[in-house]
């Protein structure tokens, strides 16, 4: 965690978990993993990390901010997708090292890179011996848009 | 990540994304990040850990299990407070590094440890500064159980 943190320090788990002052706890990276849904059905959407400068900015501006994990650097969602994720209602978890989005995307929703509307566009099939050769079963075959196009890959 | 995982290795980026391989990828601490949401209502419940073995022991019984950071343990979800959670699907997000399942849990639905029924019980309520004297909301008063009798903490 960075020695001067904008937000409050955590306190004891009691305070943590039981209280009202936010501070939230970034792992050793600097980094807080965060959940984001959709608001009008509560989908899930995607999984991504903030850091402190991200969290600040998505509260300050009510526009989800990312850490990009992969490039290193500050990432407003839907800069060029235009998929921009608007905050109607953010939570935190008990122990505050997690972070619940409820996301107003305006037209057609699509979260993830690959263009489909959620990350979580395939399944592990059930009844499959745990192994190396499980197969997934895609049940979103229907991207939103071309990812190709969009990020001009 | 184990040298010898029981799980396919990730290949290629075009292979991880768009492919059917089931290829789950662990962190450096061995661990997935897993989001767990109420199959009948969608709602979030919490989000936890699971290493490679946790992750054999949900896909090969169907109830979840979690690798516990703090206690260094495997940890069969329910095992003390009885609200196991019955996995009826499983997802995996477009870089396989995070899991979504959808959990039935029978009787009174509680997740989370406090004894609320998710994990996400307090809200970050908009319009405030980002910094240290931010004040959380309460959205959830209404313990399903009390963890100090549940756990005899």
Not at 109 to 134: E, N
Request: proline content about 5%; some cysteine.
């Amino acid at each position: 965690m960075p020695a001067a943190s904008l937000f409050a320090e955590p306190g004891s788990r009691e305070e943590v978990e039981s209280g009202t002052r936010f501070s939230p706890r970034f792992n050793a990276e600097g980094l807080i993993g965060c959940i984001a849904c959709e608001a009008k059905t509560g989908d899930v959407l995607m999984f991504a990390w903030m850091n402190e400068e991200a969290l600040r900015k998505t509260i300050e501006t009510g526009q989800a901010h990312y850490w990009s994990r992969a490039r290193k650097e500050l990432w407003r969602k839907g800069a060029t997708s235009g998929m921009v994720q608007n905050v109607v209602e953010m939570r935190i978890d008990c122990d505050q090292d997690t972070i619940l989005m409820k996301v107003r995307i305006d037209g057609p929703v699509a979260a993830c890179h690959m263009g489909y509307r959620s990350c979580f566009y395939r399944s592990v099939p059930a009844g499959q011996a745990a192994g190396p050769d499980m197969v997934l079963r895609f049940e979103d075959t229907d991207p939103v848009f071309d990812p190709d196009e969009v990020y001009r890959r």
